[in-house]
C-alpha cells in the first residue's frame, strides 16, 4: 500500500449500538475493494475485523480493529469499534483518532441505546457524521421510520443522500437522491443502473427539495442564490454537501444491506465524496507529532501502540520521545494492520493511522514528538469503571504471575482499574460491566495461563464504640527467672474526629515513660482485630490515666500485652457497632426512569440528596450503603435499557442497623469458630 496525502486520507470510527452491522458493513466495503478475496460473516467467526477469540464465541466486536482501505487513489482508514457498552473505551479512544463518524443504524430497530451514547460521544468533540441505515432486507425493515426516529431523537440537520428502492423482502436497490440517479442489486452485490422508478419519483424530487435547502443553509452565497431562484448546479450542491458535512451542518443517511453487501461500493464512493480528510497541525510543519489512541498486550510481541499522526513523518527505525514520560524510545518496524494482518511502511506522514511494537514505556494517551517537545496533545478521557470483583489465582504459586499480567491487560484498556484493598486482603478488578471482567478473566487465561476465581467483594466493615469507659488491663507471668509484668489503666471514648488518638495522663511515674510507646503499640494491633465481627476498629480514643510496673519483670513487651488485654475488654463493654461503607453516589440517566433509580436506591436503603439537571439527562445524588451496591452496574444497566451511569466515592461511615449487623457478626463468628 503506498503513502498518501492528507488530502486522500479518510479517518472513519464505525459507532452503534451492538448488532448494528458495523463489522459486515466494513467487511463488504474491504470485499469490494478487493482487500480481501472472500466475504467473512460474523455468525461464522471469520470476518476480518472480529478475530480475536473472545470475539468469534460471542460474535461480537470485543476491541478495535484497524482495517485499512484503499478506494480510487483514496486511503480510508476505518476503526470498527465495539457496540456494547461494557467496551466504551475503545469507542472512546478510536474517536480520538477518527476524523468523522459512521453511525450504522438497524433499518428494523432504528435509534437504539447505544446509538444515542455514541452520538453524544460525537457532540462531545463537535465531529462531523455520517448514518448507514443497514439491514434493509430484513423483515419489517422499514428505513422512513428510520429516519424519522434518527430526526426525533438528534436535533441536527439529518437528511437522506439516498433512499432504498423497497423495503425489507422487496428491497431491491438505491436511489442517489443528489444526481437522480437509480440502482438496482444483482445477486452477488454487483450495480446495474436503471431508470427511478415511476412511482418514486415524486418522492425523490420532495427529498432533493429538501436535500437542496439543507445544503444552501450551510453557505451564505448559495442560500443568496437559492432564495433568488437560481438552480444551484450540481457542482456547488456535491461542495456545498462535502463542506456542510464537513462543518457538521449537516448528517447524510445512506442505506443498504451488508450481509448482501448491497450499497458498499455506492458508500465508499460517498465516503471518499463526503467525508472529511484529516485535521493535522499546520503549524508545526515537519515537526513530528503524533497521538497514541490505542494499546495492545500481545504475550510473544509484546505491546502495539496504535497512533495517529498530526504534523511531521514517524519513520521506521527511528528515535522517537515521549513527551508525557519524558524518555526517548527506538522505533523498529513501524506498520498498518488488516484486522491481525500486519503490512510494513517506510513511514506515516500526516492525517495517517499506524502501529508500532515493542515500545516498552509508551502506552495509550501519549504524546510522540521529538527530545525538546514540551508539549502534550490533547488526551483521552475514559469513564471510571463501576463494576467490581474479587480475583484470586486458582493456584497458590500464581499470585506473581496474576500481577504481572494484569499489569500488561491495563496497559491496553485505560477502563480496567487493579488494586489491592488493604483491609479485605482482596485483589480487585474493575471494569465497566460483567462482560467487559468475564473478558478479561478469560484473556488472562487465554494469553497468559493464568486462571483465576472471582468473588463479589467484601465489604470492608469498621467496628467502634459508643459508651465510654474505664478499664484494667493487667499482664502478669511467672515461670522462672524473669517474669512478666504490666499494668494500666484505660479511659476508652467515643471519637468522632479521627480514626484513632492516644494520649497519656500518667503523674507520679506509675507508668514509667519508657514503657508508654509500648502501650500506643499494642493499642494499634489491637485496632486491626474488632471483637465483633473481626473488623478494624476506628472512631476512637484512649487515654492512659494510671498503672503500675515492677522493676523487674516489666517490659515494653508486657506493657503491650496489658494494653491489648484493656482495649478488648473494654470494647465489650463500651456498646460496641459495626459500621459500614456509605458511598456518595451520583446516577446520570434520562428523565423518564428517574421514578425507577429513585425507587431502586430506596429499596437499598439510600437516602436521595438531591436532583440536577445535565443536558437531556438527570443526575440524581444520594448515599447508599457499599454491602447494596456490589451489582449496582448491572442493575442500573437493566432498570435503563443501558442508558444510565453512575459514580461513587466513599462518604463516610454509619452504623450498620441491628438486624443487619447480627447476620454480619454471625457469618464472621461461624467463620473463625
Known sequence: MKEYSTGKLRNIALISHGGAGKTSLVEGMLFKAGLITRLGRVDDGNTTSDYLPEEIKRKVSINTSLLPCVWKDHKINFLDTPGFADFVGEVKGSLRAADSG??????????????????????????????????????????????????????????????????????????????????????????????????????????KESLVEAIAECDDDLLMSYLDGEELSQEQLYIGLQKGIGANKIVPVFCGSAINNWGADLLLDNLIEYAPAPKVLEDKGDKLMALVFKTMADPYVGKLNFFKVLSGKLNSDSVIYNVNKEVEEKVGQVFSLLGKNQQQFKYFGPGDIGAVAKLQQTGTGDTISTKGTTELLESIAYPTPTYSLAVFPKSKGDEDKLGSAIVRILEEDPTLSYEKNIETKEAILKGMGDLHVDIVIERLQRKFAVEVTTAIPKVPYRETIKSSIKIEGKHKKQSGGHGQY????????????????????????????????????????????????????????????????????????????????????????????????????????????????????????????GMEPMGKMQVIKGHVPLSELGKYAIDLKSITQGRGTFTMELAQYEEVPPKIAEGIISSAQAKTS
Not at 156 to 172: D, K, L, R, S, W
Not at 489 to 495: A, F, H
Not at 585 to 609: C, Q, W, Y
Open 102 to 207: 459512521l453511525v450504522v443504524v438497524c433499518g428494523v430497530a432504528g435509534v437504539e441505546v447505544q446509538t444515542e451514547v455514541v452520538w453524544e460521544f460525537l457532540d462531545e468533540l463537535d465531529m462531523p457524521r455520517m448514518v448507514f441505515v443497514n439491514k434493509m432486507d430484513r423483515e419489517n425493515a422499514n428505513f422512513f421510520k428510520s429516519l424519522e426516529m434518527l430526526k426525533e431523537t438528534f436535533p441536527c440537520n439529518i437528511v437522506p443522500v439516498q433512499i432504498p428502492i423497497g423495503n425489507a423482502e422487496t428491497f431491491n436497490g438505491i436511489v442517489d437522491i443528489l444526481s437522480n440517479k437509480a440502482f438496482q442489486f444483482l445477486p452477488k452485490g454487483d450495480l446495474v443502473a436503471i431508470d427511478i422508478p415511476e412511482e418514486m419519483r415524486d418522492m425523490v424530487s420532495s427529498f
Open 486 to 609: 504490666g499494668h494500666v489503666w484505660l479511659t476508652l471514648e467515643p471519637y468522632a474526629e479521627g480514626d484513632f488518638y492516644f494520649k497519656e495522663t500518667i503523674f507520679g511515674g506509675s507508668v514509667p515513660r519508657q514503657y508508654i510507646p509500648a502501650v500506643e503499640k499494642g493499642l494499634r494491633d489491637a485496632l486491626t482485630d474488632g471483637i465483633l465481627a473481626g473488623y478494624p476498629v476506628t472512631n476512637i480514643r484512649v487515654t492512659l490515666v494510671d498503672g503500675s510496673y515492677h522493676p523487674v519483670d516489666s517490659s515494653e513487651m508486657a506493657f503491650k500485652i496489658a494494653a491489648s488485654l484493656a482495649f478488648r475488654k473494654g470494647a465489650e463493654k463500651a456498646n460496641p457497632v459495626l459500621l459500614e461503607p456509605v458511598m456518595e453516589v451520583a446516577v446520570t440517566v434520562p428523565e423518564s426512569f428517574m421514578g425507577d433509580i429513585i425507587g431502586d436506591l430506596n429499596s437499598k436503603r439510600g437516602r436521595i440528596l
